[in-house]
């Protein structure tokens, strides 16, 4: 874990041209928790193309919001930084020059403009670049509709989604090897006579590498979020049912996170249904999963039911800026690059060359990743007075010239001049507590109205949602009734007939082994060995040891063991414990309320 010496110290670091505000205080990051003072220095980068225009737009903006939440108590002390074509000029053509990565993991929290990437060889893309050098593996995405913007849904405010992309692992890893390459035919070579791999020749080949630990520690800051957002779930997004030890990897130690480090606040979508019918319990965070191309369908068709999606790379990437197309376009999606430490908040656009200078360009994208900075830095006020006064300005028809063709009687400003009407309206007065009670009791009215749909048409509300379970973790019970191995057969018929089960799991013997007892074991063992039932016990007919299988096992392999086996059901395992149970009956009835696709 880094840190970054004592809180309250001003930096010190002694750099070539960045010049470190003297009157501002160093921001830390020291066992795992931001501490922010008053006064922080927060590194920028203007960015190039549009990058000054915005830039010079956007510091007015949040420096406005943080006086005004504040009055004088907070500033901000900026500190310029240097990528892309304006550091090239200052380092001797060195676009990414070592002392700002140094600046930038220094400073802990900055925010840049769009970068433009030196045509030709060699050259890294300098947003890939930073995420490489500063380890900054979770790509951060909130979308969500502002009022008045211009959006090809019906309902584009059922959109407010936080996404967690992985940055570091995938196929954005670049392990690739050309078609024809000695490496490749290497490759194919052993894929084809070692692991008896089938594919055409002549193909390119490219590995997919997906890790336990980068996967763990992606979804763990995607639910610490939603713990400390108040947000209902967390989904993860994956192609598991066909890539199953890459993506369907990512799923399982994703749902290993939330049981081993979340367990006290999380539950999964199988639990909501069947453990809690549908109500989602107080102070619980709802773990859920959904194939990728499903969730393409959900965010057009069921917005609402998603709060914060983990996702690997590609996915991400895809969802990322199709999801911002719902609201506006990724010409206001803001964007954020965060690791242990160090945070990099970002215009999520290009650099539109052809309107560099002409003070035009819609500022929204980075302004919202400022949105988003201040609220990582705590300073939630300053963020909400942006987000509340931002939809009455563009709603009032003072827009920049790409929301102005699609509004009817909109006025097209400037970059500056929408600035200035943002400025104005926060300095004009915001009722920001009667605005924030407003937006929280209609969001208790809309996870209400989901919950009273999940309550009577449980499935329904399953299938229309997307959920479609593919392990027998989706489907086991969890309720497990189980007995000593002491307890008499007459005794256990008892607890069977009393419950309308037709199995019980026998509690562990001497030698840690977990047992199993049926109703055909009892028929069979107790007529052909001619015992009594009232003296007979469970450790005379149960079988042992237990054939279990993991949580993760998926119903295609699951049904293909007891159909090997001839048995009906199967004991679903965690480590050395038993934690539910999984019948035919379970299978038939998932195939027949979800349906079969063959992969």
Same mark, same amino acid.
């Given at each position: 874990?880094?840190?970054?010496?004592?809180?309250?110290?001003?930096?010190?670091?002694?750099?070539?041209?960045?010049?470190?505000?003297?009157?501002?205080?160093?921001?830390?990051?020291?066992?795992?928790?931001?501490?922010?003072?008053?006064?922080?220095?927060?590194?920028?980068?203007?960015?190039?193309?549009?990058?000054?225009?915005?830039? %010079?737009?956007?510091? $007015?903006?949040?420096?406005? #919001?943080?006086?005004?939440?504040?009055?004088?108590?907070?500033?901000?002390?900026?500190?310029?930084?240097? &990528?892309?074509?304006?550091?090239?000029?200052?380092?001797?053509?060195?676009?990414?020059?070592?002392?700002?990565?140094?600046?930038?993991?220094?400073?802990?929290?900055?925010?840049?403009?769009?970068?433009?990437?030196?045509?030709?060889?060699?050259? %890294?893309?300098?947003?890939?670049?930073?995420?490489?050098?500063?380890?900054?593996?979770?790509?951060?995405?909130?979308?969500?509709?502002?009022?008045?913007?211009?959006?090809?849904?019906?309902?584009?405010?059922?959109?407010?989604?936080?996404?967690?992309?992985?940055?570091?692992?995938?196929?954005?890893?670049?392990?690739?090897?050309?078609?024809?390459?000695?490496?490749?035919?290497?490759?194919?070579?052993?894929?084809?006579?070692?692991?008896?791999?089938?594919?055409?020749?002549?193909?390119?080949?490219?590995?997919?590498?997906?890790?336990?630990?980068?996967?763990?520690?992606?979804?763990?800051?995607?639910?610490?979020?939603?713990?400390?957002?108040?947000?209902?779930?967390?989904?993860?997004?994956?192609?598991? *049912?066909?890539?199953?030890?890459?993506?369907?990897? +990512?799923?399982?130690?994703?749902?290993?996170?939330?049981?081993?480090?979340?367990?006290?606040?999380?539950?999964?979508?199988?639990?909501?249904?069947?453990?809690?019918?549908?109500?989602?319990?107080?102070?619980?965070?709802?773990?859920?999963?959904?194939?990728?191309?499903?969730?393409?369908?959900?965010?057009?068709?069921?917005?609402?039911? +998603?709060?914060?999606?983990?996702?690997?790379?590609?996915?991400?990437?895809?969802?990322?800026?199709?999801?911002? #197309?719902?609201?506006?376009?990724?010409?206001?999606?803001?964007?954020?690059?965060?690791?242990?430490?160090?945070?990099?908040?970002?215009?999520?656009?290009?650099?539109?060359?052809?309107?560099?200078?002409?003070?035009?360009?819609?500022?929204?994208?980075?302004? +919202?990743?400022?949105?988003?900075?201040?609220?990582?830095?705590?300073?939630?006020?300053?963020?909400?007075?942006?987000?509340?006064?931002?939809?009455?300005?563009?709603?009032?028809?003072?827009?920049?010239?790409?929301?102005? $063709?699609?509004?009817?009687?909109?006025?097209?400003?400037?970059?500056?001049?929408?600035?200035?009407?943002?400025?104005?309206?926060?300095?004009?007065?915001?009722?920001?507590?009667?605005?924030?009670?407003?937006?929280?009791?209609? &969001?208790?009215?809309?996870?209400?109205?989901?919950?009273?749909?999940? &309550?009577?048409?449980?499935?329904?509300?399953?299938?229309?949602?997307?959920?479609?379970?593919?392990?027998?973790?989706?489907?086991?019970?969890?309720?497990?009734?189980?007995?000593?191995?002491?307890?008499?057969?007459?005794?256990?018929?008892?607890?069977?007939?009393?419950?309308?089960?037709?199995?019980?799991?026998?509690?562990?013997?001497?030698?840690?082994?977990?047992?199993?007892?049926?109703?055909?074991?009892?028929?069979?063992?107790?007529?052909?060995?001619?015992?009594?039932?009232?003296?007979?016990?469970?450790?005379?007919?149960?079988?042992?040891?237990?054939?279990?299988?993991?949580?993760?096992?998926?119903?295609?392999?699951?049904?293909?063991?007891?159909?090997?086996? *001839?048995?009906? %059901?199967?004991?679903?395992?965690?480590?050395? %414990?038993?934690?539910?149970?999984?019948?035919?009956?379970?299978? +038939? *009835?998932?195939?027949?309320?979800?349906?079969?696709?063959?992969?």
């Amino acid at each position: 874990m880094q840190n970054n010496t004592e809180p309250g110290l001003v930096m010190s670091a002694s750099y070539r041209h960045i010049k470190v505000p003297t009157s501002g205080e160093k921001i830390t990051y020291v066992d795992g928790k931001l501490s922010m003072p008053d006064q922080p220095i927060v590194g920028y980068v203007e960015g190039d193309g549009i990058g000054p225009d915005i830039t %010079r737009a956007c510091l $007015r903006i949040w420096d406005a #919001a943080v006086e005004k939440a504040y009055g004088g108590k907070r500033k901000i002390h900026w500190c310029e930084v240097f &990528l892309g074509e304006k550091a090239a000029g200052l380092y001797d053509g060195n676009y990414c020059p070592d002392e700002t990565i140094e600046a930038l993991r220094d400073l802990v929290v900055s925010i840049k403009g769009p970068l433009t990437t030196p045509v030709g060889g060699g050259f %890294r893309s300098l947003n890939v670049a930073l995420r490489q050098d500063l380890d900054l593996y979770a790509c951060v995405r909130p979308v969500r509709h502002y009022a008045g913007v211009p959006s090809p849904l019906k309902n584009p405010g059922k959109v407010d989604v936080v996404i967690f992309r992985e940055n570091t692992e995938d196929v954005y890893t670049g392990i690739e090897f050309k078609s024809g390459s000695p490496e490749n035919e290497k490759l194919a070579k052993f894929l084809r006579e070692e692991l008896k791999a089938k594919f055409f020749e002549g193909a390119g080949l490219g590995v997919k590498p997906i890790s336990a630990f980068g996967t763990k520690r992606l979804v763990r800051k995607a639910i610490q979020y939603a713990i400390d957002n108040g947000r209902e779930s967390v989904t993860l997004v994956h192609k598991g *049912n066909i890539m199953k030890f890459t993506e369907g990897a +990512f799923r399982n130690w994703g749902y290993e996170v939330a049981r081993e480090e979340f367990g006290n606040v999380t539950i999964t979508e199988e639990q909501l249904y069947s453990e809690y019918k549908g109500k989602q319990p107080e102070g619980k965070i709802v773990i859920k999963d959904r194939i990728a191309d499903i969730m393409f369908q959900m965010m057009l068709l069921r917005p609402e039911e +998603f709060d914060v999606l983990a996702t690997m790379n590609l996915n991400g990437d895809y969802l990322s800026d199709a999801i911002a #197309a719902e609201v506006g376009g990724v010409g206001i999606a803001p964007g954020a690059n965060i690791g242990d430490g160090v945070a990099v908040f970002e215009a999520t656009h290009g650099t539109a060359p052809k309107y560099a200078g002409l003070n035009k360009v819609n500022p929204g994208s980075l302004l +919202f990743s400022g949105v988003m900075m201040l609220e990582y830095m705590g300073w939630s006020e300053a963020a909400d007075l942006i987000t509340l006064v931002y939809p009455e300005v563009v709603s009032d028809g003072i827009v920049t010239y790409d929301f102005a $063709r699609q509004i009817d009687g909109a006025k097209e400003v400037s970059t500056s001049a929408f600035a200035d009407a943002l400025i104005e309206r926060m300095q004009g007065g915001v009722d920001l507590n009667a605005k924030r009670k407003a937006q929280q009791e209609q &969001l208790i009215k809309e996870r209400k109205q989901r919950e009273i749909r999940r &309550l009577l048409q449980p499935t329904e509300e399953m299938i229309s949602t997307g959920r479609v379970p593919h392990t027998v973790g989706d489907l086991m019970t969890r309720a497990l009734i189980t007995v000593s191995e002491d307890e008499t057969i007459e005794t256990v018929m008892g607890v069977m007939a009393d419950n309308s089960v037709s199995s019980v799991v026998v509690d562990p013997n001497a030698a840690g082994q977990w047992g199993i007892l049926t109703r055909r074991d009892i028929v069979t063992k107790v007529v052909q060995g001619n015992k009594n039932p009232a003296t007979a016990k469970v450790k005379d007919l149960a079988s042992r040891p237990v054939v279990s299988v993991p949580a993760e096992t998926t119903i295609r392999d699951a049904a293909a063991m007891l159909s090997a086996k *001839n048995f009906s %059901r199967l004991p679903i395992s965690q480590g050395d %414990r038993i934690i539910g149970i999984v019948t035919e009956t379970d299978l +038939f *009835n998932a195939i027949k309320k979800f349906g079969w696709t063959a992969e």
